[in-house]
């Protein structure tokens, strides 16, 4: 089974350009997670999308990030412009469910993650 | 929102079990505890979840003590592969119940020869 594709791998842009990442799931799974994981720390979910629909973006800076999840399949996420703050890796996961009575059985699968350096 | 407290870091001889502690001593009765792995360039992986039981799959067991105040993860044959960022978590249930991953900062075991 293939796992989630993630592209590209790295991104090195300079500040207040703009960059989009790209995320395939894993086939089937309905529930699409961007997360950004800094240097030494934990990944921080930005957005989750249920199908076409957002479920929870309230850690995502809706000033310079987007994100969109067409036909419920692929998703890009969207930083405009870039900031050196946001220098980061940005995972992508899915899952076959989200929440609701299966939350507990909700288990995500993560692709590689594009690395963006911000100069 | 339970937390979760994890060693900062760990060292593994290959071969022996690692036992890796967490401490979540705010957890509420229906949160679960989840633990991923995160390999150096690769994204987070998951290991196992638990209730209140032990459970055991193919990578590793988890004990959970009774009172659910603390957990362990036990690799019972380390490997150098499983050098990696380890992740406690408790698995929240917001009020839409979509139980978002709140990942700390974990502990990065090395799993030496």
């Known amino acids: 089974e293939a796992g989630v594709a993630q592209s590209p791998r790295y991104k090195i842009i300079e500040k207040r350009q703009s960059v989009a990442f790209w995320c395939n799931p894993i086939?089937?799974?309905?529930?699409l997670y961007w997360y950004q994981q800094i240097l030494g720390q934990g990944p921080k979910l930005l957005i989750q999308?249920?199908?076409?629909?957002?479920?929870?973006d309230s850690q995502l800076p809706k000033d310079r990030f987007s994100a969109e999840r067409l036909k419920g399949v692929d998703s890009t996420l969207k930083i405009q412009p870039a900031k050196l703050e946001d220098s980061a890796v940005y995972l992508c996961?899915?899952?076959?469910?989200?929440?609701?009575?299966?939350?507990?059985?909700?288990?995500?699968?993560f692709g590689a993650g594009t690395r963006l350096s911000v100069l | 929102d339970a937390k979760t407290t994890q060693p900062p870091s760990m060292d593994c001889a290959e071969g022996r079990a690692a036992n890796l502690p967490c401490n979540h001593s705010?957890?509420?009765?229906?949160?679960?505890v989840y633990w991923y792995r995160q390999i150096h360039s690769q994204g987070p992986q998951y290991i196992i979840h638990?209730?209140?039981n032990n459970e055991t799959n193919e990578m590793a067991s988890l004990i959970i003590t009774e009172d659910r105040k603390s957990s362990t993860l036990i690799l019972p044959h380390a490997t150098l592969r499983d050098t990696a960022v380890y992740y406690c978590?408790?698995?929240?249930?917001?009020?839409?119940?979509?139980?978002?991953?709140?990942f700390g900062a974990g502990t990065q075991v090395v799993v030496t020869p």
């Open positions: 996961a899915s899952s076959l469910v989200g929440g609701g009575q299966f939350f507990a059985k909700n288990i995500q699968y």
């Open positions: 086939s089937g799974h309905a529930t």
């Open positions: 999308f249920q199908n076409n629909g957002v479920v929870d």
């Open positions: 705010t957890i509420s009765g229906n949160e679960y």
């Open positions: 638990g209730l209140k």
């Open positions: 978590i408790v698995r929240v249930r917001g009020t839409d119940s979509w139980g978002k991953l709140q």
